[in-house]
Nanobody, 121 residues
Framework: QVQVVESGGGWVQPGGSLRLSCAVSGRFYNLPAIHWYRQASGNQRELVATITSTHITQYGDSVKGRFTISRDSTGNTSFLQMNSLKPEDTAVYLC???????????????WGQGTQVTVSA
């Protein structure tokens, strides 16, 4: 089983910064990709950023130039550095992990519970 736990959310004023973490534990062969999504109240879930196991990154248009996704040396923890935060960044941020449990087997998706980010004056 794979466990995904996000942390680092909170309240910040506009223009401020937060750093989210996504820690992955359990038994798996590898993690081909880690995605960060966000979901604001009443809105659809939005893909914020992606990082692959080879550290290729992609970002949603609304966060380009402000957010940076990374993975630690083990590859099992992802970080989302969020700078120049705006009120419209307010949402629950969720980590989605693409995991391969066994070599040569299809991947599976695992989700964390999410962490709330609130940006307001």
């Amino acid at each position: 089983q794979v466990q995904v736990v996000e942390s680092g959310g909170g309240w910040v004023q506009p223009g401020g910064s937060l750093r989210l973490s996504c820690a992955v534990s359990g038994r798996f062969y590898n993690l081909p990709a880690i995605h960060w999504y966000r979901q604001a109240s009443g809105n659809q879930r939005e893909l914020v950023a992606t990082i692959t196991s080879t550290h290729i990154t992609q970002y949603g248009d609304s966060v380009k130039g402000r957010f940076t996704i990374s993975r630690d040396s083990t590859g099992n923890t992802s970080f989302l550095q969020m700078n120049s935060l705006k009120p419209e960044d307010t949402a629950v941020y969720l980590c989605n992990v693409v995991a391969r449990l066994w070599a040569g087997r299809p991947t599976r998706d695992y989700w964390g519970q999410g962490t709330q980010v609130t940006v307001s004056a």
